[in-house]
């Protein structure tokens, strides 16, 4: 794993230096395509290979950013990853350990056994849980009858959680707007998922 996880590291500084801002879908794409392919067509493919591609590729940039720190410094975020050149008379230890201090989020995806020990299941919860605080206010959650509900996923009522799970994910797949679906369809669709799984 570390050959592999060195092999990531090094095309990501590669393709940092190269161009100073991307997104992380755009870099998953890079090293999709050649002279890279470290990732494969499956690497967004449910939610299990989503979480592992994403928490390989920020564990790799949160290593670069602490060897780079000296004279680059490395923004990272979902929606832009961006390395600009530090001004100089810096105490770089101390912004090191400052830097730290202040992103909880470089201690867990630095931590290794938050990549080894999350399972399926701790994926799909953490997705529930973030979806359900995102649609827990909204009016057409509390307005969305069951058999709506049911009509949105395009399953029988009969239909059994598993069956739920799979035709969720295959339905925002298909309204993901990058399909030709929209925001809009995605959120109705979860919205559906959330009042089927609370009923």
């Given amino acids: 794993m570390q050959a592999s996880i060195q092999i990531l590291k090094a095309a990501l500084e590669e393709l940092l230096n190269k161009q100073s801002r991307w997104t992380e879908y755009e870099l998953i794409q890079a090293l999709k395509a050649e002279p890279y392919v470290i990732f494969d067509d499956q690497a967004l493919s449910d939610t299990q290979a989503l979480f592992e591609t994403h928490f390989i590729l920020f564990h790799c940039l949160y290593l670069i ?7 680059t410094e490395l923004e990272i975020y979902t929606l832009e990853i ?7 008379g810096l105490d770089n230890a101390a912004h090191v350990t400052e830097l730290q201090a202040q992103d909880p989020l470089a201690n867990y995806y630095l931590d290794w056994s938050n990549f080894t020990e999350t399972t399926q299941q701790d994926v799909e919860q953490l997705l529930n849980d973030f ?3 995102m649609a827990g206010s909204t009016r057409k959650r509390q307005s969305m009858a069951l058999d709506e509900a049911w009509q949105q996923l395009e399953l029988a009522p009969t239909s059994d959680m598993g069956e739920v799970k799979r035709q969720y994910r295959k339905r ?3 309204c993901h707007p990058d399909k030709g679906g929209s925001v809009s369809e995605m959120q109705a669709i979860q919205v559906a998922y959330q009042r089927i799984t609370k009923s």
Avoid: D, F, L, N
């Fill in 65 to 71: 950013r602490q060897e780079w720190h000296k004279h």
């Fill in 82 to 88: 961006k390395a600009t050149p530090r001004s100089t």
């Fill in 131 to 133: 979806w359900s605080r």
């Fill in 172 to 174: 925002v797949h298909q």
